[in-house]
Nanobody, 124 residues
Framework: VQLQASGGGLVQAGDSLRLSCAAS????????MGWFRQAPGKEREFVAV????????YYADSVKGRFTISRDNAKNTAYLQMNSLKPDDTAVYSC??????????????????WGQGTLVTVSS
């Protein structure tokens, strides 16, 4: 599966953005979908994940209550709704797809496929 993230941009603190991750191929519905981010000078970190079957996602503590992950298997697309954005949310956001649901779903190793990132910049 090939992934393409979009929807990033420059916003002010408190604003919202919705990122999209469009997947190619017919097997999207089999993949667990994750979002990661990497801020300048920092390591990549987990943001959120949603199982292949949908339902409630799992979130990093830093975004819990502000971000919502979702997916539309009919459209081969995963989303990350980001509300109440903070300057600390500034990063390149990447989506990832993994076939196996493991206890390591918050780690990069759980995902086989990665999209290019989309830059989110939050000004204060």
């Amino acid at each position: 599966v090939q992934l393409q993230a979009s929807g990033g941009g420059l916003v002010q603190a408190g604003d919202s953005l919705r990122l999209s991750c469009a997947a190619s191929g017919r097997t999207f519905s089999r993949y667990n979908m994750g979002w990661f981010r990497q801020a300048p000078g920092k390591e990549r970190e987990f943001v959120a994940v949603i199982r292949w079957s949908g339902g409630a996602g799992y979130y990093a503590d830093s975004v819990k209550g502000r971000f919502t992950i979702s997916r539309d298997n009919a459209k081969n697309t995963a989303y990350l709704q980001m509300n109440s954005l903070k300057p600390d949310d500034t990063a390149v956001y990447s989506c990832a797809a993994g076939l196996r649901w493991t206890t390591g779903w918050a780690t990069s190793a759980a995902y086989e496929h990665w999209g290019q990132g989309t830059l989110v910049t939050v000004s204060s």
